[in-house]
């Protein structure tokens, strides 16, 4: 499968980042004494790749190591020599150096080498290109774990350093947890060794959970919207927690310029990136073409790409190859547009820039905080504009929306909802309140705006409840009138029966029996089914009431937000936080709207070219 | 037989043309209406020049102005003569020119098996209700002149409809005894005149009303407080487990049930259980003994 490969790329990595690197020692140690040289050579120009499908674009542009005739790059009179990159620490040397421009990884692993390279004005980084987003990182848990809050105080592995790293620090910044909230046992591999996430996770019962990828994933619990069984290696009820299938935009895959090399080299910097670019537009049609029809030129990529990796790590074109592209998503164009120039993305250039310099100073890669530059491309140029074909991709909505709800209310009758979320918090109304202003949410609505970001490919289900006193009651009173209960004592001291035997414990299944059987049906003025109904329909209105502020919160403050992503249920009376309320105090806990991060299936996502 | 005037006709139909168009949404309101059309309401009203069935028609397209947005509205005649599907107006949105076309259409003829109407009734709310999950309001509303002739089938449904949640209203027009709908549903009318039938119809259509509200009063936590809190929590879970299968029939599976089976199918998709065939077991088994019982005669 796909999985052996995108580790290898980060198991290097991990091999030259010792143990303790990541998380101990500051990322100039690693590096060590290297002194800042002006890059020469530019004819060949070295540019770094390392093990990921994105890279394949590359190699698409490219048509092999050095650049072909006929070929993307040649077009673009580019002359690239493509070097390996997975080992980061001797990519940052080189960089410095001047034996290449480029450094080439995620968002975040420049995030660690910030420092050392933000230390010289030649060298600081100009990210001049994102290429994907990951989809194929997974934390699998066991079943003690139940949503994301259930993190504080379990334990966890992680391969040292690698985009994980990042990955969980998303996931705590959800829950509002920090580092020290969790322990993390630190793995020396990736996978496919005993010192690997996934084996100590088998091995160590008190592990809580993993960070694997999806090959490892499959192993471990038998595929994205799985439950582990314990059958052929998985691990009994174990499960995918939260995937960068949904926490899309966590992970982002990028180029990095050396300002020097990019003050005096716009112009083929330019022609490198909108090459790029053009690749991926092909690249992603290919990809299209193959999984409907079939295609040649498809096939030829991917033989390229395992000639490239070797066959140790794509043994074969199918599934090793086509997995490493299956699981990323180019961000083309657009993405690059919008990651770069709109200021409102809370997942753009600042948003990732903060969150990798935060990390990077509070996990001991860096002292100093040493910020990187934007891109700073003339996105309207003729460069781009009038060479690459999918410019005008208008954002789709991300979601079938009624296929959602379905799915949502499936989950909900079904009682697994709980399986599915990520991630859960409520705020609280007044009696009959119907208005929710952001003066009064704000905050929630704030959270609510960017976990929907970040976990792109996830929904939020605003689930609205109401209180059960009003059903409760005509449901006494009902029973009264019937006969069926009888009260006796005073108020405050009351005493049920139940067709004449007290009303315990012992007497609940009757209970339940006789309603189930319309003994408490047909009494002209109190029909507690219809108040439960009308209970039910409040909590829908309520929820929905709250969606829309929310979205209008978002539309004020001009946050990007995709209405299909959030959905409105009513749940009724069926959940209370106290089942039986004995003053108002108390009601009100009940009343209330819960936002819910969920996993959906892929069936309910629309399909399109970017992910952006 | 008396008919409306084509006058009448035009009347309501302007003033229902500004309440029609097509919707459809979750939180719809749904009516179901099951008019009789059995042989007596050919008869006139009390008093009246009007037959109880033209009174029924009249009554009904004026009561139609009442209900409120959002209402999807669906009628089944019993017994007229000159119909063969007795959904005059399949249960959806208001289309006001068809619908009074439907209500003018039956004519009266036949016998009234009112157990078997409310079922068909019943069910078709339930379907309704399960495409819209469960949201919206439900209501079964009885016009009748006459006893079931499926007594035993009204005893055995209508109780079962109610304890699904669905809000049974009767009309009984001239009826000399209380009808047998009577001490069942959640309200009964009787209405003799055409003006208290239309007040009567106008009646149930002001009920519907969609969500309820919060407010409680502390007499309210008093007379709930003796309940144990166990009591509380499975009255609740009786009452969201009425199901939407036909009346009359069990469940058959529970949604939960489907789930975890749909799970264990992608489950086997990924992961096929290499579970060993047993007649690979017998092969492997006699070719050992072969081999050994071979490898016996041979050293012999």
């Known amino acids: 499968m796909n999985g052996t490969i995108r580790l290898v790329g980060i198991c ?92 080439r990884g995620t968002f975040r692993m420049i995030g660690m080498a910030s420092e050392v390279i933000g230390s010289d004005p030649r ?13 194929g990182d997974h934390l699998v848990v066991r079943d003690r774990i139940k949503t994301v809050s259930d993190l504080k105080g379990a334990k966890l592995v992680l391969q040292t350093g690698g985009p994980h790293v990042g990955m969980l ?84 895959d990028v180029y990095v310029c050396r300002k020097d090399f990019y003050d005096q080299n716009k112009d083929l910097v330019t022609r490198f990136v909108a090459g790029y670019l053009k690749a991926a537009e092909e690249v992603v049609d290919l990809k299209k073409q193959y999984e409907s029809k079939g295609s040649t030129k498809y096939m030829e990529l991917l033989q390229l ?112 909802l709980d399986e599915k979320t990520i991630y859960a918090f409520t705020i609280q109304f007044e009696p009959n309140q119907d208005t929710f202003s952001a003066v009064q949410y704000g905050t929630e609505y704030q959270r609510v705006v960017e976990m929907a970001g970040k ?35 005073s108020p405050g001291n009351y005493i049920y029966s139940l067709d004449g035997k007290a009303l315990d414990l012992a007497a609940i299944d009757t209970l339940a029996e006789l309603i189930q059987g319309g003994a408490f049906d047909g009494v002209p003025d109190h029909n507690p089914r219809e108040i439960y109904q009308a209970a039910l329909n409040l909590s829908r209105e309520r929820a929905e009431a709250v969606r829309a502020s929310l979205l209008d919160y978002a539309k004020a403050k001009g946050l990007r937000i995709d209405s299909t992503q959030i959905q409105a249920v009513g749940v009724g009376i069926r959940e209370p936080f106290i089942a039986k309320p004995s003053n108002m105090q108390e009601a009100q806990q009940n009343m209330r709207v819960e936002f819910r991060l969920m996993r959906v299936t892929a069936e309910v996502t629309q399909q399109s070219d970017f992910d952006f | 037989m008396p008919r409306l005037r084509p006058v009448f006709a035009l009347f309501f139909t302007m003033m229902l043309m500004a309440h029609s168009t097509s919707y459809s949404a979750i939180d719809d309101h749904n009516v179901l209406i099951v008019l009789d059309a059995s042989g007596s309401m050919s008869r006139n009203m009390e008093g009246s020049s009007m037959s109880k069935m033209d009174a ?78 469960g949201y919206g309001t439900y209501r079964l509303l009885v016009v009748t002149d006459g006893e079931a002739d499926d007594r035993r089938d009204v005893d055995r449904f209508v109780p079962e409809v109610m304890a699904r949640g669905i809000t049974v ?34 009646e149930v259509f002001a009920e519907i009303s969609g969500s309820g509200d919060d407010s409680t009063t502390e007499e309210a936590f008093a007379l709930i407080q003796a309940l144990p809190d166990e009591a509380a929590t499975r009255a609740v879970q009786a009452l969201a487990s009425s199901g939407n299968h036909p009346i009359g029939e069990k469940p058959s599976v ?18 096929p259980q290499r579970s060993t065939n047993p007649i690979w077991v017998l092969v492997i088994v006699v070719v050992l003994v072969f081999t050994i019982a071979r490898k016996t005669i041979m050293k012999r």
Not at chain 1, 178 to 201: H, M, Q, R, Y
Not at chain 2, 175 to 201: C, E, F, G, W
């Open chain 2, 56 to 133: 029924a028609k009249l009554a009904l397209i004026e009561a139609i102005q009442g209900l409120p947005d959002k209402t999807n509205i669906g009628i089944l005649v019993f017994s007229a003569s000159n119909i063969s599907d007795d959904w005059i107006y399949p249960l959806g949105p208001i289309d006001s020119d068809k619908l009074i076309a439907a209500i003018h259409r039956p004519q009266p003829g036949g016998k009234t098996p009112l157990g078997a109407y409310i079922k068909k009734a019943a069910d078709r709310l339930l379907e309704r209700r399960k495409e819209q999950y």
């Open chain 2, 169 to 202: 209203d009767a009309i009984g027009l001239n009826m000399k005894s209380t009808h047998t709908l009577a001490t069942q549903v959640h309200s009964y009318r009787s209405a003799n005149q055409p003006d208290s039938l239309k007040k009567a119809i106008q």
């Open chain 2, 254 to 271: 529970r949604p939960k049930d489907r789930i975890v089976r749909e799970d264990r199918e992608i489950h086997a998709e990924v992961q």
């Open chain 1, 123 to 135: 060298t600081k980084g100009v990210v001049i290109l994102q290429m994907t987003w990951s989809a």
């Open chain 1, 455 to 489: 976990y792109g490919n996830a929904v939020i289900a605003v689930r609205g409840h109401s209180d059960p006193t009003k059903t409760l009651l005509e449901l006494v009173k009902a029973g009264m009138e019937k006969g069926i209960l009888k009260r006796s004592g």
């Open chain 1, 12 to 103: 290097l990595v991990s091999m030259l980042l010792s143990p303790q690197a990541f998380g101990e020692e500051p990322f100039g140690k690693l590096v060590g004494n290297v002194q800042v040289q002006p890059v020469t050579t530019t004819s060949p120009l070295l540019v770094p790749y390392i093990t990921w499908g994105g890279d394949m674009a590359t190699f698409y542009a490219n048509g092999g190591l050095s650049t072909q005739s006929e070929t993307i790059f040649h077009g673009q009179k580019l002359n690239l020599k493509l070097v390996p990159g997975d080992d980061f620490v001797q990519q940052v040397r080189n960089y410095m150096q001047g034996k290449t421009p480029f450094l």
């Open chain 1, 305 to 416: 790409t395992q000639q490239i990796y070797g066959k140790d790590v794509i043994p074969t074109l199918e599934e090793d190859a086509h997995g490493l592209l299956a699981d990323c998503t180019f961000v083309g164009y657009p993405g690059n547009v919008a990651f770069f120039e709109d200021k409102n993305n809370l997942n753009g250039f600042e948003a990732f820039q903060k969150s990798a310099l935060d990390l990077a100073t509070s996990r001991g890669y860096a002292k100093v905080r040493q910020g990187l530059f934007p891109s700073g491309m003339a996105y309207e140029s003729s460069a781009f504009l009038g060479y690459l074909t999918k410019t005008q991709v208008e954002k789709r909505e991300r979601f079938r929306a009624e296929a959602v709800l379905q799915e949502i209310e499936e989950l909900s009758a079904g009682g697994t």
């Open chain 1, 169 to 252: 620090d998303d996931i705590l910044k959800t829950a509002q947890l920090n580092w020290d909230d969790l322990s993390v046992i630190w793995a020396k591999d990736l996978t496919g060794s005993d010192d690997c996430p996934a084996e100590l996770f088998k091995k160590r019962p008190e592990i809580d959970g993993c960070f694997v990828i999806t090959p490892d994933m499959i192993g471990l619990c038998g595929g994205l919207q799985n439950v582990g069984t314990g059958a052929e290696g998985t691990v009994k009820g174990s499960r995918v927690l939260v995937s960068t299938a949904e926490l899309s935009r966590s992970i982002a």
